[in-house]
C-alpha cells in the first residue's frame, strides 16, 4: 500500500489497504480507478474500460520493502517504487 511510481508513466498510483487503487491527475481529479488484489504470484488489477471489467494480470517478478516489478504483456518489466506510505481512500 502506499503511493508509487511507476517506470511506464509519470502520475503516481495510490495503492490502498482495502484493495483499492486510483491515479489522479495534478489537480486531485482521479483520472482512473478500480481495485487491484495478488493472487499466487501475480497482481491483477481490474478496472473498467467503457462498458466492460478488464482484469490486468501481472506475474510479480521480484518484490522488496518499496519497490516491486512485474511483467506486463508485452513482456516488458514494470518497476513500482514507493513514494509514501498508505494514506486512506477519498471515496
Known amino acids: 500500500m502506499g503511493t508509487w511510481t511507476s517506470s511506464r508513466t509519470n ?3 495510490n495503492m490502498y489497504a482495502n484493495g ?3 491515479i489522479k491527475s495534478d489537480e486531485g481529479n482521479i483520472m482512473q ?20 471489467i478488464v ?4 506475474p510479480i517478478v521480484s518484490v522488496a520493502p518499496n519497490e516491486f516489478k512485474v ?6 518489466t514494470t ?5 509514501a506510505p498508505a494514506a486512506t481512500p477519498k471515496s
Open 20 to 22: 483499492e487503487w486510483e
Open 11 to 13: 502520475t503516481p498510483i
Open 55 to 58: 482484469h490486468d494480470i501481472n
Open 79 to 83: 518497476t513500482f517504487t514507493r513514494v
Open 33 to 52: 480507478y478500480g481495485v487491484w488484489q495478488v493472487a499466487g504470484q501475480n497482481i491483477i488489477w481490474s478496472f473498467k474500460d467503457g462498458g466492460r
Open 71 to 76: 511483467s506486463e504483456q508485452d513482456h516488458t
